[in-house]
């Protein structure tokens, strides 16, 4: 006895893109990219940009720019990092941190009143 073939999916069940995010929505996650970057450093930036970059342009411009700010913050930690064997490391580590909570906590206030920010000291990585 064979079996019978299985029934044909439903229609439009295949693959759906993903919907727009409301403005609101936008916001609030191009917030807590700022704030996710400062407790987990690129991680966080870099899955949302990957995740959010298609689903509208204020979150896609957010998590570009705070995946660009915490790549070149990561590249001075490194820095500071090697240079603490000249004991200025340590000032260089500091000083990154203090960046990143400062300028995060801005970009954050900013990305939740709904305007766009750039962070300084960033090279562009992403465009």
């Known amino acids: ?16 893109p ?3 995010l409301s403005p609101q929505d936008q ?11 400062i407790l987990f450093g690129f991680i966080v930036p870099l899955i949302t940009y990957l995740v959010l970059k298609d689903r509208g342009a204020f979150v896609a411009e957010h998590t570009k720019t705070a995946l ?7 590249i001075a930690t490194i820095i500071g990092g090697v240079l603490t064997l000249l004991l200025i490391g340590f000032l260089i580590l500091l ?7 400062v300028f995060s906590i801005i970009a954050a ?5 709904g305007e766009l920010y750039q962070y300084p000291l960033t090279i562009k990585f992403i465009r």
């Open 1 to 16: 006895m064979t079996t019978p073939p299985p029934p044909p999916p439903p229609q439009g069940a295949g693959y759906q």
């Open 18 to 20: 993903a919907q727009p």
């Open 27 to 37: 916001r609030l996650w191009a917030t807590l990219t700022h704030i996710g970057g």
């Open 68 to 74: 660009n700010f915490q790549l070149t913050m990561l």
């Open 95 to 101: 000083a990154v941190w203090v960046v990143i909570i």
């Open 109 to 113: 206030m900013k990305a939740n009143s």
